[in-house]
């Protein structure tokens, strides 16, 4: 079984993407996490753009997701809501509409920021935007908040509670997957 996890943030030492790698190490053997690091290079959606000879980036984000069982996103917080790179992501895939790579698909939101309150905002847009896209997504949170805290300096997670919340979060999203309609051959 295959995850793609999807780090919100484009930054090299990224909170939200150690707190993917520290997911990796939750899941079973059998289950594999793929991160997905090319959202830097995915263009702005452009309708005009969406075509059968799409922008090679998009093409390969919406075959990312197509072909995952499950996807997992940590977000950061800019400004209280969700990285516009990342909503950029979640717009192409979701088209088309009710065919798109992210309909029906499990997926579950966590998140990293370096501010108090961990990027519940931005989880929560996220979690909406993913579910208006037709993503199944699990009703889970995961704030860490002072993230600059909470990893140490290889990057590995040192608390242990967010590890049990994000260990919750992938068993929920696993859960979702076992129930999919659209399992994914591995
Ligand atoms: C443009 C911008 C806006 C930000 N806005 C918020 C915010 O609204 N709330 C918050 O808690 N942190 C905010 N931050 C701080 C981020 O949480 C922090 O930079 C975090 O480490 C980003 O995630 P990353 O480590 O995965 O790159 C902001 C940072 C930037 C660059």
Do not use: C
């Amino acid at each position: 079984m295959r995850i793609l996890g999807i780090s919100g943030s484009l930054r090299r030492d990224s909170h939200n993407t150690k707190l993917l790698r520290a997911a990796e190490e939750l899941l079973p053997p059998d289950v594999h996490l793929e991160l997905y690091d090319e959202l830097k290079s995915v263009p702005p959606y452009d309708e005009d753009d969406d075509t059968d000879d799409s922008p090679a980036a998009a093409v390969h984000l919406r075959e990312a997701i197509e072909t995952a069982d499950a996807v997992l996103l940590a977000t950061p917080e800019y400004n209280g809501s969700i990285p516009g790179q990342l909503k950029n992501a979640v717009d192409w895939a979701s088209r088309p509409h009710r065919v798109s790579a992210l309909w029906g698909k499990p997926a579950a939101v966590i998140g990293a920021s370096t501010g108090m309150f961990g990027a519940v905002w931005a989880q929560a847009e996220l979690r909406k935007v993913l579910k208006t896209a037709g993503a199944r997504v699990v009703e889970t949170e995961v704030a860490v908040g002072k993230a600059d805290s909470r990893f140490d300096e290889d990057g590995a997670l040192v608390d242990d509670d967010i590890r049990e919340q994000l260990a919750e979060t992938v068993e929920l999203l696993l859960a979702e997957t076992a129930t999919s309609p659209r399992l994914v051959a591995a």
